[in-house]
Structure formats: C-alpha cells, structure tokens
C-alpha cells in the first residue's frame, strides 16, 4: 500500500486503487444490488485528521458510505486543543491516576505472580485492546468516543448501552474519589468528621470543586491532568530510588501469598498452603488498568487525532505500566510493612516507613494529587460521554461495593468495543484508519481473544455475589429499555442529503491532543499509578502474580489494543467505542455499550475523592469525625478536580501529563530504592498458601497449608488495572492526526501501565516489609515507609494523590466526551453535545457526570470493584464484537492502523479476552448484593435506548 502513496495522499489511506475499488463496488451495489437509500447507511462518524490530510484525501474518500456524527453544537476543528500529553494525562488520571490502590495486586497473590501480572496484563489484554482503541479513535474523533464506534457498528441500542454502561462504572468511580480523599485528610491530616451528614457535604464541596475544570474547558482540565500527573509521578519516583536504597529482602519479590504467615529473624514467612485470591488480583488489575478507552469520549477535543491518538494512548499505557511496576517492587523489597499487609492506600505507610515524614508528606501529597486528577478526568470523560449529576448521589456508597459492579460495566465496554471494532472493519473497511491494527477481521479477533476472556472473568466474578449481581442488573434494564427504544432510527431522516450520517464536520486542525496528552488522559483513567495493584500478588503470589503482571497484558490486553487501535484510527470521532458498536450492532447495543462504560467510570471515580480522603486522614492527620464534613470534603474535591474538564481539553490534557510525570517520578525512586533494601529473592517465587507462618529461626514469612489462589480476585484486578484503553477512543474529536497519534499512545499507554505495575512490584516484594501476603490496595506507602522512611512514604503517598487527581480528571473529562459523543450521535439528548463558548468543553456532559459521581461518593471499593469490572467487561466484549462485525460490514473504510488476518484472525484474537471478560461479569453476579447494584444501573440504560428508539425512529436503519 506504501507504494501508492504520494505526496497527495500523505496518509495513504485514500490511494488510487482504493477509491477505484470504492467507487467500483459502489456502482455495482447501486446496479446489482438496488436499495432504499437508507439500506446503504452506516453510522460511522470518520474525522479528517489534520488540515493537510482534508486537502490531500480525495472526496470519494470523504463522502463514504458511512454515517459521520452530528454537525449540530459542534466547534471547527481548529478548536481541538488536546494533544498528545493532554490526552494522556487525562486517560491515566481515568484509569490509573497513579500507583494507590495497585498494592492488592501484590498482596492478593503474592510478588512473584502479582509482579509479572503488572506486566503481562497490559501486554497480553491492556495492548490488544488499546490497540483497538486506537484504531477506532483516530477513526472516529469525536466527542463520545467508543459509543460512536458502538453505535456504527452495531446500531443505537448497543451505542447507547455501552455509553450508558461506561457512564454509570465511570459515576461509580468517580464518586468514590471525594471520598478517599476525605479519608486522606483523616488519616493523615487528621481531619475528623464524625457527622455523616458532614462528611457528604464535605464531598459534595470536593465533587462541585473538582467539576469546575470540566466547566471551563477541555484545556483547562487538560492542562490540570498534565500538572497533576506530574505531581503525582514525581514522588512516586523519589518513592522508588528511596525505597530501593532501603531494600531488605530481595526474596520477598518471588514469594506467593499462602494462608499464614509467620514471623522468623524479623522477617514473614508464608506458611501453609498458597493462598492466591485471583478474584481480587484480577478485579485490581482490571481496574488499575481500565480506562484506556476514554480517551475516545473527547475525541472532538484532541487535535489531529491520527498524530495524537496513537502516540497518547501508547503513553498512557506505558505510564499506567510503570506507575504501577516501578514502585512496588521497591515497595515490597523494603517490606516495611510486608508485602502480605499491603491494602490499597499501603504506600504512604511504606514511604513513612523509608523516609519517614518527609517521603510520606510527598506520598500523600502525590495521593491527593492522583484522587484530584481521577475526579476531573472522571468528571470531564463522563461529561463528554455524559456524566455529574449521579455522582453526587452516590458519594456515600463504599469502594468495595461499588468496585465489582464498576468493572462489570467498565469490562461490558471493553467488550463491545472489541465486538465494534471487528464489526467496522467489515461494514466500513474504506474508512480512514490512520492506526490500523494489522490484519483483517480475524486477526482482530485473535487480539480480542484473551482480553474477552478477562472481561468475561470479570463479569462473572461480579455476579458471583448476589446482591451484585441484581444492582447490577438494575443499572442494566434502564440502559436496556432506553437502547430498545432508539434502536430504530432511521438514518437517512438525519442526513438528507447525503447516503451517512456526517460528523461534526469542524476543521481537523483545532484538535490539539498529542500522543503524550492521549497516553497520560488513558494512562490515568486505566491506570493511574501503581498503587492497588498489590491485590494481584497477595492473591496468588509472586510466582504468579508477576508473570500474570505480564502475560494478562500479552495474551489478553494485547490484542485488544490492538483492536482499539485500529478502530480508534478509523473512526477518530468524540464517543470513541459508542460509534464502533452503533456502526457495528445498531443504536441499540450503542447505547447500551456507551451507558455501561459510563456506569463503570463514575463508579470507579467516585471512589477516587474517598481514595484521596483517606491518604489525607493516614498520612497527614487530617481527620474528619463528621459524616458530613466528610462527605463535603469529597464533593470540594471532586468539584475541584472538575475545573480542569471544563476549561478544556488543553487544560485536562497537560494536567494529566504533570501528573503523570509526578506519579511516576516517587514510583521510580521507590523502586531504586526498593531493591536497594531488597531482602529476599525466594519470595519472588512463592505462591499464596492458607497459612502464613513466620519462621522464628529464618526470620522469615513461610507459606504453609494447601494453596489459596484468590483467581477471582486475581482476574479482576488484572482486569481492573488494566482496562481502560478503549478511553483513548471516546476523545477522538480531540486527537490531532489520529492516524499518528492512536497507535504510538495506544502503545505507550500499555507500556506505561505494564511497567508501573511490574517495575516496583519485585522491589516491593523484595523487600518484604510488609510481606506480600499482607498486601492490600494501598501497601505502597507502607513498603515506602519501611523502605526510605517518612521521606520515601511522604513522596509515594504524594505520588497517590497525584494518582488520584489524575484518575479522577481523566475520568470526568473522558467519560464526559464520551456522552457528548453520544449526543452527537444521538444516541443521547442533543444537549449532552452542547459545548461551553468559552473553553469549548461539554459543559452539560461534564455536570452530569459529575453530579452522578458527587452521589456514589460514599461508595466502597470493594462493592464497586466487581460491577466495575463488570460493566466494563460487557462494554470491552461489545467492543471486540464490533470490531468483528465491522470488518464484515464496512470493509472497505480506511484503517490506517489494522489487525492482520481477516475476521477469522479477529475471532481467534478475541477467544481469550472474551473468556477473562466472561468470567470478570459471571464473578460479579456471585455476588446477590453486586447483582442487584448492577441490575439497577443496568434498567435505566434499557429503559432509555427502548424509549429513545421509539422517540427517535430515524436512528435505525
């Protein structure tokens, strides 16, 4: 194809022999095979990717049979300003936000499987999908992100589903943010709120202050996820060097959780038999390394999307990786608490423990930083996506029940965007897909294989809990009845005069988002730091947890990454995966996808204030005794995070790369600091036992008993830490030169996130203080303490902080493009499109999101983790379902960016991811608690696609 590129066609996505070939079948299907007009339309939104591209492509490649997205409350394109950083900082302050909450994935399994999870999640489920995401962002940049892909490929249904799914994970999330970081003001600034009626004001202030960037624009909420990423990222890397100059025992990077422990000589010892909680391993991992998709949802925001996607997305996962991997194995070789110990908010008492207050202030400094940035990300996501009002409504539900059910729809996303991401490159293979994963259809499916089967895992593991399972569904039936209702538009009422539905038509040169933007927005809202990742080794163990670390990325994260990618170049469209899944299955399944995706981001960042809350209470004494008081830190937080979003894309975008940078600076010297003290090499390689026994005379944790592998735990969070590529496609419209941009930050951001992960894991692990077996979400900063001190403690808790700022802005700003998106495509109410005059951000999307985040404030993490991860499984399945769909459907519109093969190599890419996303939604329905949660969320979404459907019948072909 090179060969027929010329100075003309400087993408080479629109050659002469393809318009030949275009224009050939074109005639034949008008004399063959005749048909109503509207047989003919598709819902494919394609954005020109910079001002060069639009005079070089050749109008027949332009005026393709595809639907585009709405011109209405659009803005010329010379008003995109998120570029590479922004996009990136935005995604990672989404997903990731920094390393707090990534010590269960050690803790869960152990550092020698929790280590090599960090980095073979992101490579084998993380890297397929985002590439997939960045194929569909560069194709479709607009506001909406992967609902514009959904709704292309597999109708209005499934676009409004998936935007809902995405909206109500992301109100979850997000609403749990105010209140972590109320809870870091009570740990460690000893602000005590005794009154609950307080503490939710408290939030709501926080919620209403983190929402404000959204309001003043894409760049201002950009530039504030770039400037927190940096304050996040760098404690975490004086975290690391501090932590490895502190090592103590090596061998703790190789151990696996057993059921006991002992103490032996000052050391633990894993006693009994392995102890491996896959479950919590799995759900961590897909939650730290969610989110990746949201960088679609203000695709209309990131300029020339084909240079930028690629380049963010690929940023954001490198970020996300390193957040994680970097600092906990310096984490765990100090063993300072030991690795055993760790829980989600553990790396302030490790950076306390390393370099006594002085690390720690920094720790929990970067803490805040990353809850700021989950909230504004969350909020500015939704926003674009949909989101606000929710969240403050659920600013009292608790992290561990909002966690289950925010994967479930986070992981639904990923599905459908997978599944609209085969579907488009049948349906619309002549569309421009600047980054195009190679191959055809069914090398696309191959790459959707094992991250569909994590997403399954996830799905299912939600479900194992009753009550999960039927809140669950709740949240289901809405988006379910909306996506019925709108799943028969016709689209020729939509687009008189031309055969699809156009996008917003604005010029590609105002998209201003970069790959550093696209990496660190996507960075941040899969991943967002290394912090809760520690559950994927105390779940099962070193021995599995870090190669798990590794090969979940490889084998299942992967191949969907891949898939985003292509689909994300594509369909380069605000909405991101919605756009796939409409082209791909209809309105219907659009919606659905979309209102899933939307679900799990607002859970996921509701719990970032709350994150943020409690590094403040443990950290800096800030303790709140009122409810209340609480409760209005959260929403000051989570409204605080919010500016950035709406000043603009610009805005979010930088911050996220400030942030990132922060982030990950504390986790890097943990790390070198880490393995510095690092005591015991042999932990690396033990599994997770029953018992955990310490032994007297070695000192040591010995693992004794029959094994104990937590896979439930380990899945989701793999899952968990590692979803979220698909985000970078929900700010397509934002993305400058997608065909660029998408495949290098699809790629950067699975780097990024597997090495946050597996860097610092086996130095956390080494050190063994704590031991692995005690590893919790927030071990990190316990490890840091033990390892450098206060000094140490004080910049990984500063690092998660950071983390958190970054996750939450992420999540606002993609999930809030993500519902613009929608609206554009009408998937959602024409107002949820609307754009502030000022700083051009969706203002109405951004309230929204961020209203539903303000109210799952007060959620639990651990309740919200498994309808997380279930939502986004669904999401991630209909993805991998739409990219197969797509290639049969459309198989002519330009993929810059393509998996190889056909749509056989597509389904066989797909097998595995559509196992693990199987599993991850069948787990939360265990749960009765998680299924009733999902179930609730779930009606509204099918309520709304049934009635929009009917209200709206020029939505359906």
């Avoid at 919590?280 to 990746?292: A, C, M, S, V």
């Avoid at 996303?413 to 579907?423: C, P």
């Avoid at 979940?552 to 891949?562: D, K, R």
Wanted: with cysteine.
């Amino acid at each position: 194809m090179n060969s027929f590129r010329g100075k003309d066609d400087p993408l080479g996505v629109g050659g002469g022999h393809r318009r030949l070939t275009w224009a050939l079948e074109s005639v034949y299907n008008c004399i063959c095979c005749p048909a109503p007009l509207s047989s003919f339309v598709h819902y494919v939104p394609v954005m020109v990717h910079s001002s060069s591209d639009l005079e070089a492509m050749d109008p027949a490649v332009l005026e393709a049979p595809y639907r585009k997205s709405s011109l209405l409350h659009r803005r010329p394109v010379h008003h995109r300003v998120m570029g590479t950083v922004s996009i990136a900082a935005v995604t990672y302050f989404f997903g990731c936000g920094g390393p707090l909450g990534s010590e269960p994935i050690i803790s869960s399994t152990g550092p020698a499987i929790g280590l090599p999870a960090m980095v073979l999640y992101p490579l084998l489920v993380t890297g397929p999908y985002a590439y997939i995401v960045v194929e569909l962002c560069c194709a479709f940049p607009e506001d909406g992100g992967f609902a514009i892909w959904v709704l292309n490929a597999f109708g209005p249904f499934w676009g409004f589903q998936v935007g809902y799914w995405s909206w109500m994970a992301g109100i979850f999330n997000t609403a749990l943010l105010p209140g972590f970081l109320l809870q870091i003001f009570n740990d460690y600034y000893d602000v005590s709120i005794d009154s609950g009626v307080t503490s939710f004001c408290v939030k709501v202030v926080f919620a209403l202050a983190f929402t404000l960037p959204s309001i003043l624009g894409a760049k201002v909420t950009s530039r504030s996820c770039v400037v927190l990423l940096v304050c996040v990222l760098v404690p975490v890397v004086i975290f690391t060097a501090w932590a490895y100059s502190r090592a103590r025992d090596y061998e703790d990077l190789i151990e696996i959780r057993h059921e006991g422990i002992e103490e032996y000589n000052g050391d633990n010892l894993q006693v009994g038999e392995t102890a491996i909680d896959w479950a919590l391993l799995l759900n961590t991992l897909f939650w730290k390394y969610d989110g990746i998709n949201i960088a679609s949802v203000f695709g209309g925001e990131v300029a020339n999307p084909a240079g930028v996607y690629s380049r963010a997305v690929a940023l954001t996962v490198v970020l996300t990786v390193l957040t994680y991997l970097v600092p906990m194995p310096a984490a765990i070789i100090v063993d300072d608490p030991n690795w055993t110990f760790f829980t989600r908010d553990s790396y302030p008492a490790i950076a306390e423990s390393i370099g006594g207050p002085v690390l720690k202030a920094l720790f929990v400094f970067s803490s805040c930083c990353s809850v700021v940035g989950l909230f504004i990300s969350g909020i500015f996501c939704e926003a674009f996506q949909l989101a606000a009002l929710f969240t403050i409504a659920l600013l009292e539900v608790d992290f561990d029940d909002l966690l289950p059910m925010t994967n479930v729809f986070a992981s639904a996303v990923q599905l459908l965007i997978m599944l609209a991401a085969i579907s488009l490159r049948k349906q619309l293979p002549y569309i421009p897909r600047p980054t195009k994963v190679p191959g055809g259809k069914s090398t696309i499916a191959a790459f959707a294989l094992l991250p569909t089967v994590m997403l399954c895992y996830i799905v299912v593991d939600a479900f194992s809990s009753i009550t999960s399972a039927l809140i669950i569904l709740g949240f289901l039936v809405p988006g379910l009845a909306y996506g019925l209702d709108i799943d028969s538009v016709d689209t020729a009422v939509l687009d008189g005069d031309v055969p699809y539905r156009k996008s917003d038509g604005l010029p590609v040169h105002h998209r201003i988002m970069g790959i550093t933007c696209v990496v660190a927005v996507t960075y941040f809202f899969g991943c967002g730091g290394p912090l809760g990742s520690e559950p994927i080794i105390s779940s099962a163990g070193p021995a599995i947890g870090l190669p798990a670390i590794l090969l979940y990325p490889l084998v299942v994260l992967g191949p969907y990454a891949f898939i985003v990618a292509e689909l994300c170049c594509a369909f380069p469209e605000d909405g991101g995966f919605t756009v796939w899944v409409l082209n791909a299955f209809g309105p219907f399944w659009a919606f659905q996808v979309g209102y899933w995706s939307w679900v799990a981001g607002v859970f996921e960042t509701a719990l970032l204030p709350g994150f943020l809350l409690e590094i403040l209470r443990e950290y800096y004494g800030v303790s709140i005794s009122s409810g209340i008081v609480s409760y209005g830190a959260k929403v000051a937080m989570a409204l605080l995070f919010t500016i950035p979003c709406i000043v603009g894309t610009r805005v979010v975008s930088r911050m996220c790369v400030g942030l990132l940078v922060l982030v990950l600076l504390p986790v890097l010297v943990f790390t070198v600091w880490a393995y510095l003290h690092a005591r015991d090499f042999g932990d690396l390689f033990e599994l997770r036992h029953e018992f955990n026994v310490i032994d007297e005379d070695l000192g040591d944790d010995e693992q004794t008993g029959p094994l104990a592998i937590d896979w439930a735990l380990l899945f989701n969070t793999l899952f968990w830490a590692f979803d979220g590529i698909n985000m970078a496609s929900v700010f397509g419209g934002e993305v400058s030169n997608p065909a660029r941009v998408y495949p290098r930050a699809i790629a950067f951001t699975l780097l990024l996130t597997i090495l946050t992960y597996l860097i610092p894991m086996p130095a956390a692990i080494l050190v063994d203080d704590p031991n692995w077996t005690y590893f919790t979400r927030d071990s990190y900063p316990a490890l840091a303490d033990a390892i450098g001190g206060s000094v140490l403690k004080g910049f990984i808790v500063f690092s998660s902080c950071c983390s958190i700022t970054g996750l939450f802005v992420s999540a606002i700003f993609c999930k809030s493009f993500q519902l613009s998106g929608m609206g554009d495509a009408q998937l959602l109410p024409s107002c949820f499109a609307w754009r502030n005059r000022r700083f051009d951000s969706p203002h109405v999307s951004i309230g929204t999101t961020a209203l539903f985040t303000i109210a799952l404030l007060g959620a639990d993490f651990d309740v919200l983790l498994p309808m997380t991860n279930a939502f986004a499984g669904a999401v991630q399945l209909l993805i991998i379902l739409a990219a197969i769909k797509l290639r049969k459907l459309l198989p002519y519109i330009p993929r810059p960016v393509r998996v190889p093969g056909g749509e056989r190599t597509l389904v066989a890419l797909a097998v595995l991811p559509t196992l693990v996303l199987c599993y991850i939604v069948f787990d939360t329905f265990r749960s009765l608690t998680s299924t009733l949660i999902v179930l609730v969320f779930l009606l509204p979404g099918v309520v709304y696609a049934i009635y929009n459907g009917h209200r709206n019948p020029a939505l359906h072909n």
